[in-house]
Nanobody, 123 residues
Framework: VQLQASGGGLVQPGGSLRLSCTAS????????MAWFRRYPGKEREFVAQ????????YYTDSVKGRFTISRDNTRNTMYLRMSSLKPEDTALYYC?????????????????WGQGTQVTVSS
């Protein structure tokens, strides 16, 4: 299983970015998916989760109303649309595929991880 995250970059506060995570070597719809982020010197933290067919979605409180997680199983791809970005959203963003769970905010819930894509919010 390989997960490839992309779409990060430098954006001004208030701007938008869309991250993508493409899976290969796996039946994508068999896995719930999530985005995590990691600040320098810190452990990865949960950002958003989407169930296998998108019927259940969860967000951490700090991104509710600003970020939107979605997926396209026909393209083996998950997305994270980030709007109204703030400097505190600056982090390395990872995508992950879960081991099979309902609400999965912990790192241990995830079997596979992408390599991370850097998001920097700065003027």
């Amino acid at each position: 299983v390989q997960l490839q995250a992309s779409g990060g970059g430098l954006v001004q506060p208030g701007g938008s970015l869309r991250l993508s995570c493409t899976a290969s070597g796996v039946t994508f719809s068999n896995y719930g998916m999530a985005w995590f982020r990691r600040y320098p010197g810190k452990e990865r933290e949960f950002v958003a989760q989407i169930s296998r067919y998108g019927e259940k979605i969860y967000y951490t409180d700090s991104v509710k109303g600003r970020f939107t997680i979605s997926r396209d199983n026909t393209r083996n791809t998950m997305y994270l649309r980030m709007s109204s970005l703030k400097p505190e959203d600056t982090a390395l963003y990872y995508c992950a595929a879960d081991r099979g769970c309902s609400y999965c905010p912990a790192i241990l819930h995830y079997a596979y991880w992408g390599q991370g894509t850097q998001v920097t919010v700065s003027s």
